[in-house]
Every structure is written in C-alpha cells, then in structure tokens.
T-cell receptor, first 113, second 112 residues
C-alpha cells in the first residue's frame, strides 16, 4: 500500500506571495492532518480534515487554511507569506473513525525569502 | 491545554547497548500515544503506539512503557544499532479529538 505523498517536496517563495501544498493520504484513510515543523517550535498542529470538513484546528493565524476533497486528498494554503513561515510542512493521515494510528508523508520544505 | 515534554534533548549510547527515551505529558485524560522516529530530511516514521488501558507494549526491538500515575511514557530500544540514529518524538492524542501534541524530540546518537 502506498504511503502518504506530498507535493511539491521543495518550494521557494517570496514574502507576500501565497503557496498551496498538496497531500494524498494512504488509500482508505479519510482523515488528513497538517503540521508545521521548525527547529524552534518543533511539530505544531495546524488542522485536521475528515470527510471534507475541518474537525480540529490549531493555533495558527487565518493566513493558514486548508481543504479536503471527496477523494480525501487535501491541500493547505498559506497567504501573504512571512519569513517565519519557512518550515517543513508535514501531512499525516489516519483512517479517521475510531482508529488513531497516524502516518506521515515526507513533507514539503518551504523557504520564504 | 495539553503539553508534552521530553527529558533529554540528546542521548548518546554505545552500539549494542539499550536506549531509553522518556516523555512526560500533562493531561491525565490522554488515552493514546505514539512514538515516532525522524531521520534527517524525512517525515516522522511510526514506530509503536500504546493505549491507556495498557502499561507495556512490545514491538521488534522496541518497548513502550506507560505510567499513567505519573503521566510518563518511555521508549526502550534494545541492542541499539547505527540505523537507530535519529530524532525520536512522542505524540499524545488530545482526548476527544484527532489532534496530536508532540514532544520536542530526543536526538539519539549511536556511537560505534
């Protein structure tokens, strides 16, 4: 069974721009979560989607948003990029209903200049 | 809110020795825990999980111990190998949600 995939793997953007990252969960997994990983803050939860609905949300500004499609694939968007948004963005998937094993993708490395 | 802490940012062990990585959590209602291994340039890799109705769970060369009384979790790696060198995170599921809180990670260095 294929694992969680994320595209692109690397991205360089300029302050003020916006970016969209994509995640395809493991087949059969309906829950997708997004995390931001930085050396200073570690792994921080952004949001979680299940059946196209946001179920859980972390403490990030509204510039961070996401969505999930009917095939469980998910995208996250960051608008008006800031230098501090430079991070590894990780997507993870779980079955989503009563099953909590969470598996991560390789991440998208975003650099904001 | 929930918080998770790790006792050591770095742990160095001799190849062949056993490693113990610790984690403490704050919410006694937490009922599911995962240990992850993250190698440089990769996403976290699921190692082993444990539910709050268990005290111990064993995998291949790894054992997770859960002490709910003191809200402490540990990962034991037997016969540590160079390939075990990585950063290890514990993740605690926030009760009633699908949101995980992560510890800050312990970097395991295996000395030849």
């Amino acid at each position: 069974k294929a694992g969680v995939t994320q595209t692109p793997r690397y991205l360089i953007k300029t302050r003020g721009q916006q970016v969209t990252l994509s995640c395809s969960p493991i087949s059969g997994h309906r829950s997708v979560s997004w995390y931001q990983q930085t050396p200073g803050q570690g792994l921080q939860f952004l949001f979680e989607y299940f059946s196209e609905t946001q179920r859980n949300k972390g403490n990030f500004p509204g510039r961070f948003s996401g969505r999930q499609f009917s095939n469980s694939r998910s995208e996250m968007n960051v608008s008006t990029l800031e230098l501090g948004d430079s991070a590894l963005y990780l997507c993870a998937s779980t079955v989503g209903q009563g099953a909590y094993e969470q598996y991560f993708g390789p991440g998208t490395r975003l650099t904001v200049t | 809110g929930e918080s998770v802490g790790l006792h050591l940012p770095t742990l160095s062990v001799q190849e062949g020795d056993n490693s113990i990585i610790n984690c403490a959590y704050s919410n006694s209602a937490s009922d599911y825990f995962i240990w992850y291994k993250q190698e440089s340039g990769k996403g976290p890799q699921f190692i082993i999980d444990i539910r709050s109705n268990m005290d111990k769970r064993q995998g291949q060369r790894v054992t997770v111990l859960l002490n709910k009384t003191v809200k402490h979790l540990s990962l034991q790696i037997a016969a540590t190998q160079p390939g075990d060198s990585a950063v290890y995170f514990c993740a605690v599921l926030v009760s009633g949600t699908y949101k995980y809180i992560f510890g800050t990670g312990t970097r395991l260095k295996v000395l030849a």
